[in-house]
Structures are given as structure tokens and as C-alpha cells.
């Protein structure tokens, strides 16, 4: 025996180890493929390898603060990825019962579905979509087998119904979510996600035990700055809210312009609805009036045709014209002012909105001029910001409107602009001939022409002109202490297709510039149809401008540059008294 | 067959399964790291939803009409009268 361990090279233990080793191989493999073969066999049936979508979101939009007005938040919804599991018998239907609580379903109801839907594989149902986490952890509890949650992303809109016309909102479309209208529809290639995929290995549980490749990287939606301001944004929709309905009006809208760089701070539509909850959707909710509506800018117009007048050097501010007695036919046609003013200026005419007085303004000069000066502030021609059906207006060239009626075009009428385009057409005089287009998308370089046109017939509108309509003419009621403002009013007569105009029903307008002085902002309102006795520009649009500037210029904090009534008479008691004890002033700034 | 050859075919075997117990040891460690890959992910996801709802959070309890709804119901709060309103310019 001593002789034979003697005998024992060490190379002959390596390869007895070795030789035991490869035996212990190759017995549990022998083991695992025969043995044990249909235990293993199994594990592996129930992994698969599949496609696996990589899910990101759609890009945000935000407002000129970066406060959000659209965003994306990941929710889950449940998905019945075996229906024979779930419902394999009387355990599990009973938590088949338990989730249908949960949900807020009826289970024979769910039962139908689940029927309806036969053999397909992987089920989704609307109680089961964009589930809150409480809901999931209870489902989860239940431990039920053939259900699984998936990644969706659900928009929300926090301004709700302030915003709604102007963001629109998504559809989805074979799973996929598209923006149905506003700048969602508008700015959709930018917004959207690219979904990625990649191929992975699943368990039955489907979990992902391992990533085989990526196929698609996902690309998520860019960000989409808006030169809205919130806080302007819901000024303006308040106001208009509450005049529209104080009036019971069908619709209404405000713009609000930063005229020194065309930015567009507020486009507010009444009625509305709200985004979030789509039962509250009609069409006629969701229409952004201000964008895509054109209607007849009726006496609006008048400061544009004085200028054109100006520009022409055949009428001059002071120039009188004899406009009684307030009601004449002229080609066949009555034209009536409201009062009978006698003999006005040319400036009085724009004043006191007299139509009998822009009409004998347009018999003293070519309408190239005027033509040519409405299509240079913008009449006719669409901005271009990138909205769907944003409209272009209509103005038919000069030559044809002797055939439409070349007296309309003095009063405002047989032609049509947005309440957009008209805010445009302000911030021109604003900008005394400068043209700046309006954009939407913040950043964005927007057109501004070099030299200015015009300048001298804005400039005396402006200063002169507009801002005598708030302090005599028929603007009183858009007068701001402290502010001085420039504004025109309008009332049209609604047009309606075949019947003509409609004696009844009117539109209230109200455009302004304010501070006059150095201009910060055009705000333009429309009133449409206003069921009350009075229903002209000055009594139903004016004091809405009036209210939205006042919040407008304490909001961006914009300089006051006159002095108020109030405050004179504080500096009035300084000069008298000079101490400071004797005065009342309740507030100081 | 000399020992050297006997040294190669056991080297060799040895090796084998070396590199196999390693290729399954490797593949574990794989799959081990991109579970925790999985977990890092979903919580990147999860911390930016949350960022996105608590701005959302944020815009709501900020909204205008929210403010000014509080201001004037719970803190009677109103706007000064214009006539009773002095600014001081620069």
C-alpha cells in the first residue's frame, strides 16, 4: 500500500481532481438536459423575446414666464394581457370582482367585454387608463394574474378654460396622440415624441430580465415658449367673461399686443371650455375667434382713413366738413350718424365716429392711398403665426370697389380683418409707421421694416387724434387716470350671408393704444352681438378695454405718464400748505 | 503521448471550462447590472414626473384667479379706489 501511494505522482492527483471535476460537469449537465429537462424547458417557454416600446413624453408648452399651459405627466393603465388567467377560476374571480370596486365597474359589464374582446391578447379598457398610484397600489394588493400596467402620458392644461382656444388640445389616433387644433395642432412636429423600441427579454411576469439591443432611441417632444403672459392671459378672459355675460353676448374677444416687439400677450375667446374635461368641448367652445374669425372693423377703420387723408395732402386736420343734418343718401344709399354734428374737422370726424363725415373725407382723394395704406398695416394680408385657419381678412384691390361700394370702405364696412390683424393694424399708428408682425412662438425673429411709412399721418393720429377720442369723443369710457390712452370705437351691424346686414344684431369694438406717450401695448375687443338696448363700442367694449389695461399696465408695471386727477390735487395741497401732515392720502405706491 | 501533450489537453480543458463558467458568471453580472440599470431609469422617470407635477402643482396654487379668489374672500382684500391712488414717479 506504501508502495503504491509511493507510486502516486503529483500529476496523477491534478488529473484525478480534474477528472472529478469534468464528472461533476457533466453529470449536472446530464442532469439539467434530461433529468430535469421539462422543469427548465418550461422556465424558458415563458420567456420571450420582444419588441418593448421605450415611452417618453410630449413636449411642454410654457408661457413667456415659464409658467406650464400644457404638459405631459406619465401615468399607468392597466392591460389584461391573459384573460384565462385572470379569470381561472373562483379565487381569482372573486378579485376579479374586488378590482372591478376598485375601478368603479360593473363586473358583468366588464365580464361582456372582456367576452367582446374574445382572444386578444392584450386588452385595454377606458376605466383602466391613467390610473392614480393609491388605485394601482390597491390593484396590486389583489395580486391577480394576467394584468400588467403600462406606461401612458395624459395632458393636462392647468390655465383650463383661460387658455383653451389658443393651446387646443390632443386626439389620439391609433394610440398614438396628435394635437387636434390651436398651437397643438399648429406646432404638433415640434411637440412630438418619437417613441423608441428595443428588443428585450421578458418573463412571464414581464419583467425585463435582459436588453438584447436598442432599435429606436426615443426622442422626446421639444419645449414650446409662448409670448403669452398667464397673468395677462386670465385678466383679459375674466373680463371679457364677465362683460359677455353681463351683456349676453354670443361671443367675444381680446387681443393684447406688445408694440414694441410684436409679442402677443393675451388672445382671450368667450365662450370656452376646458381642456381637461372633454365633455365640455363644442366647436363653436373651441374657436379662437380672434385668430380665425374676420368680421368688418366698421368705424375702427376711421383713424386709418384719416391718415390715408393726411397722406394724400388734400385733407388737413382742420378742414371742415358739414356733416348735417346726421342722415343723407348718398349713390342711392342712406348713410345716418348717431346725432346730428353739424359742420365737424376732419379730425372731429374720426372723434365723433361720424360716418356721413368719412365718407365726403374718401370723395376728396384717390383710393390707391387708402387702399395702398390699408395693405401696408396688414388689412388682407395673413400674419402668419402659425395657427390652424388662421384667416388672411379680405380687401379686394382698389379698382374693384366702386362695384362693392366705395362708401362702405370709408366706414369700415365691405372689407373684413381678424381681431388680431387689427391689433396689428394699431400698433402701426403705435409705432408711428413702423410695422412689427406679431408672433406667437417667443424668440422667434418677426419682421420690422427699416424705414418707416407714413410717419407723419400716425404720428398727428396718435397724438392728436386717437387720444381726443378718449378725452371728448365717444372712448370716454376707456379713459385711465393716469395713463394717457389713444382708442377708437366701432359698432358694426352683423352681416349675414343672403340677408345682408342685420339692423338688430351688432358687433362692439373697442381698439386702444396705451400709454400714448411711449406705447406698450394695442388691446383690441370685440363684443358680439350684445342682447342690450345700448350696443355701440363705446358703452359695451370700452370699459372692458378699460378694466384689462388698468390690470395690464399695474401688472407689467408700466410707468404711469400723467398725472392723475387725484394726485393733483395732492401736489395742488403741497404747494398750499407745504407740510405733508395736513394731506389724506390713503395709499402711497 | 508525451506529458507535455497530457499537460496541453488538461490546460485546455481546464481553460474550458474557465471560460465557460465565466461566460455564464459574466452574463449573470449583466443581467444583475441592468436590472439596477432599470431601476435607475425608472426612477429618473419617476423623479421628473414628479418635477412635472408639483410645477403643475405650483401653477395652479399660483393662478391668478386662485390669488385673487383668496385675497378677496378670505383676506378681504380689494383693490384701491383710482381716485385714492398716488404713484411716485422717478
Same mark, same amino acid.
Given at each position: 500500500?506504501?508502495?503504491?501511494?509511493?507510486?502516486?505522482?503529483?500529476?496523477?492527483?491534478?488529473?484525478?481532481?480534474?477528472?472529478?471535476?469534468?464528472?461533476?460537469?457533466?453529470?449536472?449537465?446530464?442532469?439539467?438536459?434530461?433529468?430535469?429537462?421539462?422543469?427548465?424547458?418550461?422556465?424558458?417557454?415563458?420567456?420571450?423575446?420582444?419588441?418593448?416600446?421605450?415611452?417618453?413624453?410630449?413636449?411642454?408648452?410654457?408661457?413667456?414666464?415659464?409658467?406650464?399651459?400644457?404638459?405631459?405627466?406619465?401615468?399607468?393603465?392597466?392591460?389584461?394581457?391573459?384573460?384565462?388567467?385572470?379569470?381561472?377560476?373562483?379565487?381569482?374571480?372573486?378579485?376579479?370582482?374586488?378590482?372591478?370596486?376598485?375601478?368603479?365597474?360593473?363586473?358583468?359589464?366588464?365580464?361582456?367585454?372582456?367576452?367582446?374582446?374574445?382572444?386578444?391578447?392584450?386588452?385595454?379598457?377606458?376605466?383602466?387608463?391613467?390610473?392614480?398610484?393609491?388605485?394601482?397600489?390597491?390593484?396590486?394588493?389583489?395580486?391577480?394574474?394576467?394584468?400588467?400596467?403600462?406606461?401612458?402620458?395624459?395632458?393636462?392644461?392647468?390655465?383650463?378654460?383661460?387658455?383653451?382656444?389658443?393651446?387646443?388640445?390632443?386626439?389620439?389616433?391609433?394610440?398614438?396622440?396628435?394635437?387636434?387644433?390651436?398651437?397643438?395642432?399648429?406646432?404638433?412636429?415640434?411637440?412630438?415624441?418619437?417613441?423608441?423600441?428595443?428588443?428585450?427579454?421578458?418573463?412571464?411576469?414581464?419583467?425585463?430580465?435582459?436588453?438584447?439591443?436598442?432599435?429606436?432611441?426615443?426622442?422626446?417632444?421639444?419645449?414650446?415658449?409662448?409670448?403669452?403672459?398667464?397673468?395677462?392671459?386670465?385678466?383679459?378672459?375674466?373680463?371679457?367673461?364677465?362683460?359677455?355675460?353681463?351683456?349676453?353676448?354670443?361671443?367675444?374677444?381680446?387681443?393684447?399686443?406688445?408694440?414694441?416687439?410684436?409679442?402677443?400677450?393675451?388672445?382671450?375667446?368667450?365662450?370656452?371650455?376646458?381642456?381637461?374635461?372633454?365633455?365640455?368641448?363644442?366647436?363653436?367652445?373651441?374657436?379662437?375667434?380672434?385668430?380665425?374669425?374676420?368680421?368688418?372693423?366698421?368705424?375702427?377703420?376711421?383713424?386709418?382713413?384719416?391718415?390715408?387723408?393726411?397722406?394724400?395732402?388734400?385733407?388737413?386736420?382742420?378742414?371742415?366738413?358739414?356733416?348735417?343734418?346726421?342722415?343723407?343718401?348718398?349713390?342711392?344709399?342712406?348713410?345716418?350718424?348717431?346725432?346730428?354734428?353739424?359742420?365737424?374737422?376732419?379730425?372731429?370726424?374720426?372723434?365723433?365716429?361720424?360716418?356721413?363725415?368719412?365718407?365726403?373725407?374718401?370723395?376728396?382723394?384717390?383710393?390707391?392711398?387708402?387702399?395702398?395704406?390699408?395693405?401696408?398695416?396688414?388689412?388682407?394680408?395673413?400674419?402668419?403665426?402659425?395657427?390652424?385657419?388662421?384667416?388672411?381678412?379680405?380687401?379686394?384691390?382698389?379698382?374693384?370697389?366702386?362695384?362693392?361700394?366705395?362708401?362702405?370702405?370709408?366706414?369700415?364696412?365691405?372689407?373684413?380683418?381678424?381681431?388680431?390683424?387689427?391689433?396689428?393694424?394699431?400698433?402701426?399708428?403705435?409705432?408711428?409707421?413702423?410695422?412689427?408682425?406679431?408672433?406667437?412662438?417667443?424668440?422667434?425673429?418677426?419682421?420690422?421694416?427699416?424705414?418707416?411709412?407714413?410717419?407723419?399721418?400716425?404720428?398727428?393720429?396718435?397724438?392728436?387724434?386717437?387720444?381726443?377720442?378718449?378725452?371728448?369723443?365717444?372712448?370716454?369710457?376707456?379713459?385711465?387716470?393716469?395713463?394717457?390712452?389713444?382708442?377708437?370705437?366701432?359698432?358694426?351691424?352683423?352681416?349675414?350671408?343672403?340677408?345682408?346686414?342685420?339692423?338688430?344684431?351688432?358687433?362692439?369694438?373697442?381698439?386702444?393704444?396705451?400709454?400714448?406717450?411711449?406705447?406698450?401695448?394695442?388691446?383690441?375687443?370685440?363684443?358680439?352681438?350684445?342682447?342690450?338696448?345700448?350696443?355701440?363700442?363705446?358703452?359695451?367694449?370700452?370699459?372692458?378695454?378699460?378694466?384689462?389695461?388698468?390690470?395690464?399696465?399695474?401688472?407689467?408695471?408700466?410707468?404711469?405718464?400723467?398725472?392723475?386727477?387725484?394726485?393733483?390735487?395732492?401736489?395742488?395741497?403741497?404747494?398750499?400748505?407745504?407740510?405733508?401732515?395736513?394731506?389724506?392720502?390713503?395709499?402711497?405706491? | 503521448?508525451?506529458?507535455?501533450?497530457?499537460?496541453?489537453?488538461?490546460?485546455?480543458?481546464?481553460?474550458?471550462?474557465?471560460?465557460?463558467?465565466?461566460?455564464?458568471?459574466?452574463?449573470? @453580472?449583466?443581467?444583475?447590472?441592468?436590472?439596477? #440599470?432599470?431601476?435607475?431609469?425608472?426612477? *429618473?422617470? +419617476? !423623479?421628473?414626473?414628479?418635477?412635472?407635477?408639483?410645477?403643475?402643482?405650483?401653477?395652479?396654487?399660483?393662478?391668478?384667479?386662485? @390669488?385673487?379668489?383668496?385675497?378677496?374672500?378670505? #383676506?378681504?382684500?380689494?383693490?384701491?379706489? *383710482?381716485? +385714492? !391712488?398716488?404713484?411716485?414717479?422717478?
Amino acid at each position: 500500500m506504501i508502495n503504491f501511494i509511493k507510486k502516486i505522482r503529483r500529476i496523477d492527483i491534478i488529473a484525478f481532481f480534474v477528472v472529478l471535476v469534468i464528472s461533476i460537469i457533466l453529470l449536472r449537465s446530464f442532469n439539467l438536459q434530461y433529468t430535469e429537462y421539462e422543469r427548465y424547458a418550461g422556465f424558458k417557454e415563458k420567456i420571450e423575446i420582444k419588441h418593448y416600446p421605450i415611452k417618453t413624453s410630449r413636449g411642454s408648452i410654457v408661457d413667456r414666464n415659464n409658467n406650464v399651459l400644457a404638459e405631459s405627466i406619465q401615468m399607468h393603465s392597466l392591460i389584461i394581457s391573459d384573460t384565462s388567467s385572470l379569470l381561472k377560476d373562483s379565487k381569482a374571480i372573486e378579485k376579479v370582482k374586488k378590482l372591478c370596486v376598485i375601478l368603479d365597474m360593473n363586473f358583468i359589464v366588464f365580464l361582456k367585454k372582456l367576452k367582446k374582446r374574445g382572444n386578444t391578447k392584450y386588452t385595454r379598457f377606458k376605466e383602466g387608463r391613467y390610473l392614480p398610484s393609491k388605485t394601482i397600489e390597491k390593484i396590486l394588493e389583489l395580486n391577480l394574474d394576467g394584468i400588467y400596467f403600462e406606461k401612458e402620458f395624459q395632458r393636462y392644461y392647468p390655465e383650463g378654460e383661460v387658455t383653451a382656444s389658443l393651446i387646443g388640445m390632443l386626439k389620439e389616433d391609433k394610440n398614438e396622440m396628435f394635437g387636434q387644433m390651436g398651437l397643438e395642432k399648429s406646432f404638433n412636429k415640434m411637440l412630438k415624441e418619437e417613441h423608441g423600441e428595443k428588443i428585450v427579454m421578458i418573463d412571464k411576469d414581464r419583467k425585463i430580465v435582459n436588453q438584447l439591443r436598442v432599435v429606436n432611441t426615443p426622442k422626446e417632444g421639444k419645449k414650446l415658449t409662448l409670448t403669452i403672459d398667464t397673468r395677462l392671459q386670465y385678466v383679459a378672459y375674466r373680463e371679457l367673461k364677465k362683460q359677455a355675460i353681463k351683456v349676453n353676448a354670443k361671443s367675444g374677444s381680446v387681443v393684447i399686443l406688445d408694440t414694441t416687439n410684436g409679442d402677443i400677450l393675451a388672445v382671450a375667446n368667450y365662450p370656452s371650455y376646458d381642456p381637461n374635461n372633454r365633455r365640455t368641448y363644442t366647436p363653436a367652445r373651441a374657436r379662437n375667434r380672434a385668430i380665425i374669425d374676420s368680421l368688418e372693423p366698421a368705424s375702427t377703420i376711421k383713424p386709418f382713413l384719416l391718415a390715408a387723408a393726411l397722406h394724400s395732402k388734400k385733407v388737413k386736420l382742420k378742414y371742415e366738413y358739414n356733416t348735417g343734418p346726421g342722415r343723407r343718401e348718398i349713390d342711392g344709399k342712406e348713410y345716418t350718424d348717431t346725432t346730428n354734428n353739424g359742420i365737424l374737422t376732419a379730425q372731429d370726424i374720426v372723434v365723433k365716429s361720424s360716418n356721413i363725415g368719412s365718407i365726403m373725407m374718401l370723395e376728396k382723394f384717390d383710393n390707391k392711398i387708402y387702399y395702398d395704406l390699408l395693405e401696408y398695416v396688414g388689412i388682407g394680408e395673413i400674419i402668419g403665426i402659425n395657427f390652424p385657419s388662421e384667416t388672411e381678412g379680405q380687401l379686394e384691390h382698389y379698382t374693384d370697389w366702386k362695384k362693392l361700394g366705395q362708401n362702405s370702405h370709408a366706414i369700415g364696412y365691405a372689407f373684413k380683418t381678424s381681431p388680431l390683424q387689427l391689433a396689428k393694424a394699431y400698433s402701426v399708428i403705435a409705432n408711428e409707421g413702423f410695422v412689427i408682425n406679431p408672433r406667437i412662438e417667443k424668440d422667434k425673429i418677426t419682421y420690422k421694416n427699416k424705414q418707416p411709412k407714413y410717419k407723419n399721418s400716425f404720428s398727428k393720429i396718435k397724438n392728436i387724434v386717437l387720444q381726443k377720442v378718449i378725452e371728448d369723443g365717444t372712448g370716454k369710457k376707456a379713459k385711465i387716470d393716469g395713463y394717457t390712452v389713444g382708442g377708437k370705437t366701432g359698432t358694426g351691424r352683423l352681416h349675414i350671408k343672403k340677408e345682408g346686414y342685420d339692423s338688430k344684431n351688432h358687433i362692439s369694438l373697442f381698439a386702444g393704444i396705451v400709454p400714448l406717450s411711449l406705447p406698450k401695448l394695442v388691446i383690441v375687443v370685440v363684443i358680439d352681438q350684445p342682447q342690450t338696448k345700448t350696443h355701440g363700442g363705446s358703452d359695451i367694449a370700452a370699459p372692458v378695454f378699460n378694466k384689462i389695461a388698468t390690470d395690464s399696465l399695474r401688472i407689467l408695471n408700466v410707468s404711469p405718464d400723467k398725472i392723475s386727477d387725484y394726485q393733483k390735487n395732492v401736489l395742488n395741497n403741497i404747494k398750499n400748505n407745504y407740510t405733508l401732515k395736513t394731506l389724506e392720502v390713503p395709499y402711497v405706491l | 503521448m508525451s506529458n507535455f501533450k497530457i499537460y496541453i489537453i488538461g490546460l485546455l480543458i481546464v481553460g474550458n471550462l474557465a471560460v465557460s463558467l465565466g461566460i455564464v458568471w459574466v452574463e449573470h @453580472i449583466n443581467r444583475a447590472q441592468y436590472r439596477k #440599470l432599470q431601476e435607475f431609469t425608472n426612477q *429618473k422617470y +419617476k !423623479l421628473r414626473n414628479d418635477w412635472k407635477k408639483v410645477r403643475i402643482e405650483e401653477g395652479i396654487y399660483a393662478s391668478h384667479s386662485r @390669488i385673487e379668489n383668496k385675497a378677496q374672500n378670505l #383676506l378681504n382684500m380689494s383693490l384701491p379706489k *383710482k381716485r +385714492k !391712488l398716488i404713484t411716485l414717479n422717478d
